[in-house]
């Protein structure tokens, strides 16, 4: 089998000649290997958006590429040797060098692999057909399976057989729709949906830490609502989410965001898709396998509070702010407002979403220690003078006139003091 070689439009951009590219390239080609940057870099290089990692496919086996790196002095880590990928640092940034593979056998979850040589191997095995473009250090396009028409359409396609292609790892029916989300036009390709939907029921052999990282990224893509609507329909959306799910409200946040120019948020969007109610994030989160960090995001994202409705007082919302931090309130405020019905463009809701931006909360003018130099013993009653204060001074709109904090403040002491 003949390769493709596109000669135009070639592969560019200040990243392809840096330094630490090069000398990877040239460890690799003194020991005779042939070498090729191959899929994200190359698709999004194409297409204008941002490259952030940079991973090369190479002839040569893993024991190799560790030889050949640290002979160059470059740093190299057998991160997942067994499946033919090494790590090679140069210059402080990390590659993924993997050897050509071929799939020996798949079980839908893991793939034992054999090295090759031949390109088109390697690319036959790989997921869609803009994720098997290659090109070398000088920018020559190689496309093997059709993928730069693809780009350029906006089509997200698997390489040949689709049902094949996702007997072999289940996990390609949702990055199906996260790639279509991503790349594609707003369009599922027939094909693709046709065999996912046969082979939905394979996502129940996944793990949930494999779901949770699609879905998250599935989530932060431009297009999310759009293809989370047709995953919806097709049935696929209630088998990686155990909660009634309501995509018009994904839709909703999702021009809301466009509307305020903020970037997609996944997290606030899995609350509008899947949360009702604040006593729904934690189970959701449980399920998913979300760390921590990002169940506690969830948890404040889906507050239900009468302070983010325009119709209250900007003072209330005001107090909401200071007590949830403006990163919280961007998020409750516009969920609450893809809750409402309303339209993207109200007016109300806009000036309510956009607070934080205009006003910020000030610190708290006072700690333990001012309340211990005013003669109250250190313990409880120091925190229910701070609290008293506190609430008052939210009370008087964070009032800034200092005399009238430490009056109060002094007042408050003498009270605990009797």
């Excluded at 919302?317 to 339209?343: K, M, N």
Aim: charged letters at 25%.
């Amino acid at each position: 089998m003949s390769e493709t070689f596109v000669r135009a439009p070639r592969v560019n951009g200040a990243w392809l000649h840096s330094a630490a590219i090069g000398k990877v390239f040239a460890a690799l080609e003194a020991g005779k290997a042939e070498a090729r940057i191959v899929g994200g870099a190359i698709r999004n290089a194409l297409i204008d958006r941002p490259v952030h990692e940079v991973d090369i496919a190479t002839t040569a086996v893993p024991e190799e590429v560790m030889r050949l790196a640290l002979e160059a002095g470059l740093g190299a880590h057998p991160t997942g040797i067994d499946h033919g990928t090494v790590t090679v640092v140069a210059d402080g940034v990390p590659f993924e060098v993997t050897t050509l593979r071929r799939d020996v056998e798949t079980d839908g979850r893991h793939a034992v692999v054999a090295f090759t040589t031949v390109w088109q191997e390697d690319a036959a095995r790989r997921d869609f057909t803009i994720n098997a473009l290659y090109c070398g250090k000088d920018g020559t396009l190689y496309d093997p399976v059709g993928g730069l028409d693809d780009l350029r359409k906006r089509r997200v396609r698997f390489i040949g057989d689709a049902e094949a292609r996702i007997r072999e790892d289940y996990l390609r029916i949702l990055r199906f729709f996260r790639f279509s989300a991503a790349y594609g036009n707003g369009q599922l390709d027939r094909t693709g949906l046709a065999a996912v939907i046969a082979l939905k029921d394979g996502l129940s052999r996944l793990s949930p830490e494999r779901v949770r990282a699609e879905i998250l990224k599935l989530l932060a893509a431009r297009n999310a609502a759009e293809v989370v609507s047709a995953m919806h329909e097709s049935g696929v959306l209630q088998l990686a989410i155990p909660t009634t799910a309501d995509p018009e409200r994904l839709t909703r946040l999702q021009a809301i965001e466009r509307a305020l120019g903020q970037p997609p948020d996944a997290l606030a969007r899995l609350a509008a898709l899947a949360v009702d109610e604040p006593s729904q994030a934690l189970s959701l989160a449980q399920h998913l396998r979300l760390s921590n960090a990002e169940s506690e995001v969830l948890q404040k994202a889906a507050v239900i509070h009468p302070a983010l409705d325009p119709a209250t007082p900007e003072a209330a919302a005001r107090t909401l702010l200071y007590r949830l931090g403006p990163d919280t309130f961007y998020r409750a405020v516009r969920l609450a407002w893809a809750r409402s019905g309303a339209a993207a463009g109200d007016t109300a809701w806009r000036i309510r979403a956009l607070l934080p931006d205009r006003w910020k909360a000030p610190k708290m003018p006072f700690t333990g220690a001012n309340v211990v130099a005013l003669g109250v013993p250190p313990g409880p009653p120091v925190g229910s003078v701070l609290k008293a204060f506190e609430d008052w001074w939210i009370a008087q709109d964070f009032t800034a006139d200092a005399a009238r904090q430490i009056a109060k403040l002094k007042e408050l002491a003498a009270s605990a003091h009797s």
